[in-house]
């Protein structure tokens, strides 16, 4: 570790010469934002850079640091052992681990005198990432080589930075900022993809749905529930499903201390919110799929001669509906059949997984 001075900015390198940026990426979101600033960043700092230098990038896919509440300095110290990065000018690591200072989001932090930055794209958010991701990177970029110019200047006003003992920080805007670090932690954990990665539960739901559907009192239910009521299963179901996954397979995290309280809160809701989109989508899923089975399976005649009065198209969609709902909770029961590990993965991004496998072990 050399000394450092948290107001002294990178030294300026010779005019024309050439500058190395090795990415490293936690796997999932960040290796694709990887990947795309690769492509994209040496034109836009030539183009902006006076007199204009040869920029060569390098992306690595290595998740590497497992606790968000590591400290700059040994994020350096586990990057300088665990990689090459001696052979680059600047190591830019991309994490979607949170990053906080206190309660306050920390996007960016950077070392000038390591030549590192550290970017948090949870605290972006969950939209329009590439081009906010960009601008934080150029702007530790800026920091690191002392070329202010190569920052643009509206990244400048919408990230504040703060000088700290090992370096800069480069804080979420202020407004909302808790609510786009829990949506940028939702989009890591990547909700849509909960049906596809609980498949148990999806077979259950629907043999749950299409036995439901051979049943001619379930016709007449759904011929005189109204919509509140239908509405109103919907929600009981989704709650149920969610409810009986976070306890069932132990997602919720229990603080021990005051200071873990606020941090539990924080993943808590962001697992509520994951398993709410996921389940819904699941519900969307199944009302096609059993739509789509009444059409094909239930004749019109049969129906109308239950229900008293001619099928048409609302009876099907209000049959599909009440299904779906019924479908919900026998995919509750499915969960129970998932191995742990299996509703992890689903429900978790890369490294929100391996922090929970940690928080358990402790």
């Not at 808790?178 to 077979?203: C, F, I, Y």
């Not at 005189?224 to 009981?236: N, Q």
Request: hydrophobic share 40%.
């Amino acid at each position: 570790m050399t000394d450092h001075d948290p107001h002294r900015e990178g030294p300026t390198r010779p005019p024309g010469d050439g500058v190395s940026v090795l990415l490293i990426a936690d796997p999932g979101k960040p290796a694709d934002l990887a990947e795309y600033l690769a492509d994209h960043l040496p034109q836009r700092l030539t183009e902006r850079g006076s007199p204009p230098r040869r920029w060569t990038t390098t992306v690595r896919r290595q998740p590497l640091v497992s606790d968000e509440h590591a400290s700059l300095d040994d994020v350096i110290d586990t990057v300088d052992t665990d990689s090459d990065s001696d052979h680059e000018d600047i190591v830019v690591y991309l994490t979607d681990l949170p990053r906080r200072d206190n309660t306050v989001p920390v996007i960016g932090e950077v070392s000038a005198d390591h030549a590192f930055a550290l970017i948090s794209i949870a605290a972006v958010g969950a939209i329009d990432l590439a081009r906010r991701v960009t601008t934080i990177v150029e702007l530790a970029l800026a920091r690191i080589l002392g070329e202010p110019e190569l920052a643009p200047t509206s990244g400048t006003r919408r990230f504040p930075s703060e000088q700290h003992e090992t370096g800069t920080r480069y804080l979420a805007p202020k407004g909302l900022r808790r609510l786009r670090l829990l949506s940028g932690m939702v989009r890591a954990n990547r909700p849509w993809r909960l049906v596809t990665g609980l498949s148990k539960v999806l077979v259950g739901a629907f043999a749950t749905g299409a036995f439901a559907l051979s049943t001619s009192t379930i016709w007449s239910f759904a011929d005189t529930m109204g919509g509140w009521r239908l509405c109103a299963a919907t929600i009981l179901s989704t709650v149920a499903l969610i409810l009986w996954l976070v306890i069932d397979h132990e997602l919720w995290e229990r603080p021990e201390s005051n200071e873990e309280r606020e941090r539990s809160r924080l993943y808590n809701t962001a697992t509520v919110i994951t398993l709410t989109i996921g389940v819904v989508v699941l519900h969307i899923a199944l009302f096609g799929l059993l739509l789509f089975t009444a059409w094909l399976s239930l004749r019109a005649h049969v129906l109308s001669s239950t229900l008293g009065h001619s099928a048409t198209t609302a009876d099907y969609l209000e049959l599909s509906w009440l299904l779906a709902s019924i479908a919900t909770i026998g995919g509750a029961l499915g969960s129970g059949l998932e191995d742990d590990d299996a509703v992890e993965e689903a429900a978790y991004g890369t490294r929100q997984r391996q922090r929970h496998e940690n928080t358990q072990k402790e």
